[in-house]
């Protein structure tokens, strides 16, 4: 393994490992409160869309942290530019709608900046 294997491997697990944390906090502190309140009784599809759509992110990151990953162990050099592309896009937007709408005040789009980087470094010169 080189360097830029280790860097995609990293990136996969910061991805995965803030959408673990996210997932969580966002059904502790959103969905779990939202359910519980008297208008999402009376609101069925609330209770039904609203959490799927807000743990839809926690799945995006999570499985492009586990397929950055599996670029680094297994794919050849045009997969792992193509799924450094796809992932990498996803964390971007995040970390700039993050960014924008915390005024920087929130971890996460320090840590998915830190991800890009990685996922920079071990997608240029990567060859297995």
């Known amino acids: 393994m080189n360097w830029q ?14 959408a673990v944390i996210h997932g969580s906090l ?13 208008l999402a009784d009376e609101l069925t599809l609330v209770k039904k869309l609203v959490p799927s759509l807000l743990q839809f992110s926690t ?9 950055l990953i599996a670029s680094a162990l297994w794919f050849e050099q045009d997969v792992r530019l193509a ?7 996803s964390y ?4 700039l709608v993050n960014l924008w709408a915390t005024r920087g005040r929130h971890p996460g789009w320090m840590l ?17």
């Open 5 to 18: 294997d280790a860097a995609l491997m990293m990136a996969g697990f910061i991805g995965s490992g803030v």
């Open 26 to 38: 966002t059904q502790r502190l959103m969905i779990r409160p939202l359910t519980k309140s008297v």
């Open 59 to 67: 799945f995006n990151w999570f499985l492009g942290g586990l397929a």
């Open 83 to 89: 799924t450094s592309l796809l992932v990498g896009s």
């Open 92 to 95: 971007l937007y995040v970390a």
């Open 112 to 128: 998915y900046t830190v991800a890009l980087g990685l996922i920079a470094f071990g997608v240029n010169g990567s060859g297995g």
